[in-house]
């Protein structure tokens, strides 16, 4: 028997994406932002679709993205941020409630948010998924909305 398979395609022209991009740590974050930007231009976003939105830090990006995904302009909103382990359990707080406000907005809103927050132990290890030597977590969030925002796309016009 033949079935049908759905996927997304890594094509982004005509698409429209928001980042989210902490100021907290932007030794790192402005290397995943550059990734994420370049990314987006490989597969063809216009630079006129791409918006980037600035907070504070990693607990404030729930309430943003899920403004941005309310919106209504946007096919897929990109969280960019490293949460670095200290001595206290600061970290855990932050971390696990980002990652839970998160992932609750694509379910509410029906538009993708894809996590690339990164949380890592110390310094070097974000730097290293930050481009220096692992990949840029950044590129690959923003493939992931590419992605996602072109699956979308093509189960919403199912009919």
């Not at 932002?33 to 980037?52: F, H, K, P, S, W």
């Not at 029906?110 to 132990?121: A, E, M, R, S």
């Amino acid at each position: 028997m033949a079935y049908k398979t759905i996927e997304g395609n890594l094509e982004s022209k005509g698409l429209k994406f928001a980042i989210v991009v902490s100021r907290f740590n932007s030794l790192i974050t402005s290397r995943l932002l550059e990734g994420a930007l370049d990314a987006l231009r490989r597969t063809g976003c216009a630079e006129q679709d791409i918006t980037v939105v600035r907070v504070p830090g990693s607990w404030e990006m729930p309430v943003v993205a899920r403004e941005l995904a309310l919106a209504d302009q946007y096919d897929a909103v990109i969280c960019l941020s490293a949460v670095i382990r200290g001595e206290t359990p600061h970290f855990d707080y932050v971390a696990g409630e980002a990652a839970k406000g998160l992932g609750q907005i694509p379910l509410q809103t029906g538009i993708p948010v894809v996590f690339g927050v990164l949380t890592t132990n110390n310094v070097e290890q974000a730097l290293d998924r930050a481009g220096i030597k692992n990949g840029n977590k950044g590129f690959d969030a923003a493939m992931t909305a590419v992605e996602m925002a072109n699956l979308m796309r093509q189960l919403r016009s199912i009919k």
